[in-house]
């Protein structure tokens, strides 16, 4: 398996635009998290889906951000506006099953809001 | 609610030593796991160990080992005879598995660099 699949690994863009990362979890993996990592707050969650329901989204900043799993194997997380702020590491997780089993980690898209 | 201290946010090492990245937790469940992630420069987010929270048996792997201690809420990493490609963030995370919410929750994460 490719493992967790995150695009694009860089994104620059400027301040009001619209901004959509995407992840491709591993098959099968019944969980998906979204994370976002700063020097000042470290690694926060944002988000998680079970089952493509988001189960708790009380880690999302802001109405700015929002998150969609349409199926099993594609999730997306849109800011809109993006603001200098915005700008961090956010990676994309799955899991098997539940929280019990290890998460598996994308490599991230560095987003950089000018 | 659950927390991970880390208090150590920067250590540096020169190769061969052995070095002791600690982790501090906090939970008022009874059933938990423990996870030590590493994130090298290119700044994906590797998986260590899990450990679950009625094994308190301390693990060895290679140069790694890992001592739990319910007693004191510590789950510690020990790396031995240290390797310049040890040289990354490590990151103590901790997840409950009761209750409303299913998540890891990291520590701040400690920056080891490993000297030639």
């Known amino acids: 398996d490719a493992g967790v699949i995150q695009s694009p690994r860089h994104e620059v863009t400027e301040m009001g635009q619209e901004v959509t990362l995407r992840c491709k979890p591993i098959?099968?993996?019944?969980?998906l998290f979204w994370y976002r990592q700063t020097m000042m707050r470290g690694l926060e969650l944002l988000i998680y889906f079970n089952n493509n329901v988001p189960i708790d989204d009380s880690g999302m900043p802001e109405d700015r951000f929002s998150a969609k799993m349409p199926n099993a194997s594609f999730s997306t997380l849109k800011i809109q506006p993006s603001e200098p702020r915005d700008s961090a590491v956010y990676f994309c997780?799955?899991?098997?099953?539940?929280?019990?089993?290890?998460?598996?980690f994308g490599q991230g898209t560095r987003l950089t809001v000018v | 609610a659950q927390k991970v201290t880390q208090a150590q946010t920067e250590i540096s090492v020169v190769e061969k030593e052995d070095v002791t990245l600690d982790c501090v937790y906090e939970?008022?469940?009874?059933?938990?796991?423990l996870f030590w992630y590493k994130q090298p420069p290119s700044g994906e987010l590797v998986f260590l160990i899990r450990?679950?929270?009625?094994?308190?048996q301390n693990e060895i792997s290679g140069r790694y080992s890992w001592n739990f201690q319910k007693s004191t809420s510590s789950f510690n990493f020990t790396i031995t005879a240290s390797q310049v490609v040890d040289s990354a963030v490590y990151f103590c995370?901790?997840?409950?598995?009761?209750?409303?919410?299913?998540?890891?929750?990291f520590g701040k994460g400690i920056t080891l660099s490993v000297r030639p």
């Open positions: 997780a799955s899991s098997l099953e539940d929280r019990r089993i290890e998460a598996f």
């Open positions: 995370a901790l997840s409950e598995l009761t209750g409303a919410n299913s998540k890891l929750t």
């Open positions: 450990r679950n929270s009625f094994d308190e």
């Open positions: 098959s099968g993996h019944d969980y």
């Open positions: 939970t008022r469940d009874t059933t938990y796991y």
